[in-house]
């Protein structure tokens, strides 16, 4: 999935703050993307811990 045109995905990222025609934000919209990208981020950290293979103690009795 490349996240083209025919995807179904809508942005949902506000304007920069000196843009002089704003887009409108959908706040709601906003707000769940943040959900969805916190909750990747965290899936990421604990997969970062738990396959921390080379702290093991058995990795070193080779």
């Known amino acids: 999935m490349n996240g083209g045109a025919n995807s179904g995905a809508e942005p949902v990222i506000p304007a920069k703050s000196n843009r002089v025609n704003p887009e409108p934000l959908d706040a709601a919209a906003y707000r769940e993307r943040n959900r ?5 981020a965290k899936m990421k950290e604990f997969r970062r811990v738990a396959t921390r293979y080379d702290k093991r103690k058995q990795m070193f009795l080779g």
Request: aromatic share 20%.
């Open 36 to 40: 969805v990208e916190r909750l990747f």
